[in-house]
């Protein structure tokens, strides 16, 4: 591994323009899976790129996951490692005829993509860009995301598999790919074959920064808060009408705005935050989200928005409500705590590869944190992906090419 930069002829630039071109935006208003087939254009492409490589054993299984083996180099007894990416996009934007633009050797001037002139890549803007200049930087052209998230993920577990294939002399033992449908909607790993995969431990490559590593994410929970009312004809409603969607928009003018929110805090706090709202007259429902690295939490934020849909009920005469709670995803570190050696070797790789590594918390989370509950311990590793679902989403090539570097060293016995 000492010649890796002298031997390491990068194509994640290459890959990454090219996967981000087939749209794989996850839908979240389907019930299949995945969600939306066209996620699997993509994962048949991985599959047979990942066949040509030399990972002959690759496929795609009826639910959108791709598995694919690397076969050790290494004799004796070492763990299995999987390396995990997942190939949706966010719904937040579009991703429909996505035009990769590379800005080779970026010079720090504004970036203004040309398809909107209006859409500004700045590093005034983009702070993490202040470190790039220099880097090749890839964007879109204005009227979509990129994509990066997680397709540049993807790329570099590519070029990494690639690279291992093709220097037998580096003794690793059994590698596992896995590529996912959904995450992007909460669903990344619903269908996952544990035992087909058969892996000790994980790593996702679905980081930003240069150097961070996260072995911390939010636990979170979704709620559903329904409002119920008394329709009636609106010519003959006086003393009889009980508007529910009235009733669910003094409930949420009644939630804090100065904190508990995801625009009003940082760092290790959570928030309760309304993301779909929709209804009539007779019932309104009210879809959040609630977040907090604490899991304890997550019970004690529940019962205050109970709280205040009863308050909101009794303002109300004749109105009611109901609150369904559904579990999404637990804190990671619960169970890389109990593992310590998972991200000790990774923090190893970066430092191998002249990083100094940055431990992390993720104000979300990744399909590492419910894999990490699956029996997969499962930290998360940077690929340079930033502005994330959205037109001013952009990748440093340098960025990936070092997190491929990372991978070859965390493999490597």
Wanted: net charge negative.
């Amino acid at each position: 591994m000492k010649q890796f930069k002298e031997t390491y002829r990068s194509k994640v630039a290459e890959r990454l323009m090219r996967y981000v071109q087939v749209d794989t935006c996850a839908d979240p208003n389907s019930d299949t899976q995945p969600s939306s087939m066209k996620q699997k254009d993509l994962s048949r492409i991985l599959v047979e790129e990942l066949k040509s490589i030399g990972l002959i054993d690759a496929e795609l299984d009826e639910w959108g996951y791709v598995y694919a083996t690397l076969p050790a180099t290494a004799e004796g007894n070492h763990p299995v490692i999987c390396f995990c990416a997942h190939v949706d996009t966010s719904p937040d934007c579009s991703g429909t005829n996505v035009k990769p633009i590379l800005h080779k050797n970026w010079d720090g001037t504004d970036i203004v993509l040309p398809d909107d002139t209006s859409i500004v890549v700045s590093k005034n803007h983009h702070t993490y860009l202040q470190e790039r200049i220099g880097d090749d930087i890839i964007t879109a052209s204005g009227l979509t995301l990129l994509g990066a998230d997680d397709k540049a993920g993807v790329a570099v577990i590519m070029d990494a598999v690639d690279y291992l294939a093709q220097h037998p002399e580096i003794p690793h033992g059994k590698i596992r790919v896995l590529f996912t449908p959904d995450e992007e909607i909460g669903r990344g790993v619903n269908k996952v074959d544990m035992q087909k995969l058969g892996a000790d431990f994980g790593y996702t490559l679905d980081g930003g920064e240069r150097g961070s590593l996260e072995g911390e994410s939010f636990s979170a929970d979704g709620a559903l808060v329904t409002f119920y009312g008394i329709s009636a004809h609106p010519g003959y409603a006086k003393g009889k009408m009980v508007n529910a969607q009235k009733v669910a928009a003094h409930f949420l003018n009644s939630l804090p705005t100065d904190s508990w929110t995801p625009e009003s805090t940082s760092g290790y706090e959570g928030f309760v935050h309304p993301v779909h709202i929709e209804g009539g007259a007779e019932e309104s429902k009210i879809q959040f989200i609630i977040r907090d690295f604490e899991t304890a939490k997550l019970k004690e934020y529940e019962d205050r928005l109970e709280a205040y849909a009863k308050a909101t009920c009794e303002k109300f005469a004749g109105s009611s409500y109901s609150i369904k709670v559904t579990e999404q995803y637990r804190n990671m570190k619960e169970m890389l705590d109990t593992v310590p050696h998972v991200m000790e070797r990774a923090a190893k790789a970066y430092k191998s590869a002249g990083i100094e590594p940055q431990i992390m918390n993720i104000r979300g989370g990744t399909d590492g944190s419910r894999l990490s509950f699956m029996g997969l311990p499962c930290p998360n590793i940077f690929t340079g992906e930033m502005g994330i679902h959205s037109k001013q989403e952009y990748v440093s090539v340098q960025d990936m090419e070092k997190a491929v570097e990372i991978c070859c060293f965390i493999a490597a016995v």
